[in-house]
């Protein structure tokens, strides 16, 4: 028997669970006073330092020092004051869920791991690496659970369309279509095959996942620039009206470079210049080109404010676009020298509209009394 000031080894069992409770109030102690037992010498003398403190002294007896003595032990065996790995996955898991939170979900895999449920830490994995947006890491891991729903949400989050296509569970859904065409060689038929599948969706029960994820217009987008690197015969109009009834239906196209020239190639001159000018390109042959027919097209459909600055730009445009009867036409309601001198340069070979136009640049050479340059123009209409 060992004596410890007030104690005995022969009352510390039973006592000092007691006193444990006494000091804390409440019995959540005993088991841990219980483990103090007086196995060894050592303990002897931390039962020693236990001393009734003086009355309103405000000291302790023993310090945190004392009470939390490490002790050895192994991970793998459970007391039976430890908690349930599994119902701590459980609750690791709901919560990582509704929280979105990785840290929890990481907890539940480890809990679900010592448990030996490698299924559930591999699920809890999984919804991990979703949470942080590792799509294509989370797919991996679903596709080992066999959770092809859940494989395929991921991987198409990720854009991954390679790892799509080679999966034969995904290849006949609507995911596994587009990535099949996303892959591949951007062939004409191709683009007319999901024309054709986009339509059909979308005039179905898709509708509304087609026009709000971001994945189909950027597939779009892919159809839009393959078929103007196309060199093949291509019914420009036809794929162009495609875009626009895809369009009209809501999905809709990214306004990109590559389809200011496919609206160019299909003849929609006006939509053509609106993207052009969206994307802050006002220069180049087809720019002009677009800008040219837009200026005609309104000059033709409107007959107010027909003033000689627009009349002037208007014959220009005829001429570039090669229209010189349509100049020439203009030009004879409001001449001017320098657009006729064009006009006259650009016709050589057409002597119909030359013979026109050399005409009405004499008129006005005359008019402007430049005596010579009339002179020159008639005596020698050959070098005009």
């Known amino acids: ?61 023993w310090t945190i020092g004392d009470v939390t003595v490490v002790q050895p032990g192994f991970e793998s065996r459970w007391t039976e004051d430890r908690d349930d790995p599994i119902k701590l996955g459980e609750l690791f898991r709901k919560d990582g869920i509704a929280q979105r939170d990785p840290y929890k979900l990481e907890k539940a895999r480890w809990n679900f791991s010592r448990a030996g449920k490698q299924q559930e830490a591999l699920d809890c994995e999984a919804k991990k690496y979703e949470v942080e ?5 989370a797919g991996e ?13 991921c991987f198409w989050l990720a854009r991954d369309y390679n790892r799509i296509s080679e999966e034969a569970y995904f290849l006949e859904s609507l995911e596994g279509q587009v990535a099949s065409f996303m892959v591949g060689r951007g062939e004409l038929h191709a683009c007319q095959s999901f024309f054709d599948l986009m339509l059909q969706e979308i005039s179905g029960n898709l509708k509304y996942r087609i026009c709000s994820e971001p994945q189909f217009p950027e597939a779009i987008e892919r159809v839009v620039t393959w078929l103007t690197k196309i060199e093949d015969h291509c019914d420009w109009p036809e794929m162009y009206n495609r875009i626009k009834r895809l369009e009209e239906l809501g999905l809709k196209p990214k306004q990109s470079q590559s389809l200011a ?41 409107h007959q107010s404010n027909r003033t000689q600055e627009i009349s002037d730009d208007v014959a220009k445009a005829y001429i570039r676009l090669e229209r010189y009867d ?11 020298e320098h657009q006729l001198e064009r006009l006259v340069d650009a016709t050589r070979s057409h002597k119909d509209v030359h013979g026109g136009a050399l005409a009405e640049l004499v008129k006005v050479k005359v008019s402007n009394k430049k005596w010579r340059d009339a002179l020159l123009l008639v005596s020698c209409p050959s070098d005009s």
């Not at 052009?276 to 220069?283: H, M």
């Not at 349509?326 to 001017?336: E, I, K, S, W, Y």
Request: a positive charge.
């Open 141 to 153: 891991k679903y596709l080992l659970l066999r959770k092809w729903t859940d494989a395929l949400r």
């Open 326 to 336: 349509d100049a020439l036409g203009v030009l004879r309601q409001r001449p001017t």
């Open 1 to 61: 028997m060992f004596e410890t000031g007030d104690f005995t080894a022969r009352e510390t069992s039973a006592d000092l669970a007691a006193m444990a409770a006494a000091k804390t109030g409440s019995q959540s102690h005993i088991p841990y006073a219980r483990s103090l037992s007086l196995q060894n010498a050592p303990n002897v003398v931390v039962l020693g330092k236990y001393q009734k403190p003086a009355p309103f002294s405000g000291q302790r007896g």
């Open 133 to 137: 947006e590792r799509f294509s890491s």
């Open 261 to 301: 020239e496919l609206s160019f190639m299909a003849g929609d001159y006006r939509g053509a210049k609106v993207i052009w000018e969206a994307n802050k390109i006002t220069s180049g042959d087809h720019f002009q080109c677009a800008k040219d027919h837009v200026l005609v097209e309104d000059w033709e459909h």
